[in-house]
């Protein structure tokens, strides 16, 4: 039982280029997100799926597209990365919504983008 | 969205109890609280959820007034290992909408 998993875990990009952070949980939960986190502050949800074939932006969606691709995985795109998409990038899963059970988290992926 | 407030960072020794306090006056009626631990460099982990009086599990203790304005995440005879960035976290009371990561409280234990 692997929890939440993530790749890759370090990615160097430049200017415009385009990549995806991928994201699979195998603990059969339904709802699943990507955050991001900035150098000293919290995780800020970029966009979340509740269920399989569903998918809701969060408080910073902009620059960002996401799939949920079946039930256990659920990527997230940059199609043309920018210095400001700089951050670690955390992928959650729950059972539920968000509001009375626990998230799950991955290992983040740590992108830099020159 | 309920927000949260606690304090940015706090210093303790080994062996200390420490007691995070986080407010958050605009809680709805179905909001639970949560406590999330973060080390450098990894994922938060879940700590503690309680929705009113004290819960307690192998790691800490939550302690919640009859108003649930605050709450307040105890942990017993801290170590070196406990130092890491604790979040409080409520629901907003709409179903699948989002928890709310706030900057959190850097704890250090020195020994």
């Known amino acids: 039982n692997a929890g939440v998993t993530q790749t890759p875990k370090f990615q160097v990009l430049k200017t415009g280029q385009s990549m995806t952070l991928q994201c699979a949980q195998d603990m059969n939960h339904n709802s699943m997100y990507w955050y991001r986190q900035d150098p000293g502050m919290g995780l800020r949800l970029i966009y979340y799926?509740?269920?399989?074939?569903?998918?809701d932006k969060g408080e910073v969606p902009n620059g960002y597209n996401v799939s949920r691709l079946n039930k256990r995985e659920f990527s997230l795109r940059l199609e043309s990365a920018a210095p400001s998409q700089t951050s670690v990038y955390f992928c959650a899963s729950s059972e539920v919504g968000a509001n009375q059970e626990t998230q799950y988290f991955g290992p983040g992926t740590r992108l830099l983008v020159l | 969205l309920a927000k949260t407030t606690q304090p940015i960072s706090m210093d303790s020794y080994e062996g200390q109890e420490v007691n995070i306090t986080c407010s958050h006056n605009?809680?709805?009626?179905?909001?639970?609280i949560t406590w999330y631990q973060q080390f450098p460099s990894q994922g938060p982990r879940f700590i503690i959820q309680g929705y009113k009086t004290k819960v307690t599990n192998e790691v800490a203790s939550l302690f919640i007034p009859a108003d649930r304005k605050s709450s307040t995440l105890s942990l017993p005879r801290v170590s070196l290992s406990d130092t890491a960035v604790y979040y409080c976290l409520v629901g907003d009371g709409s179903g699948y909408s989002t928890l709310t990561f706030g900057k959190g409280t850097m704890l250090l234990v020195s020994p």
């Open positions: 799926s509740a269920s399989e074939g569903t998918t």
């Open positions: 605009n809680i709805a009626t179905n909001d639970y």
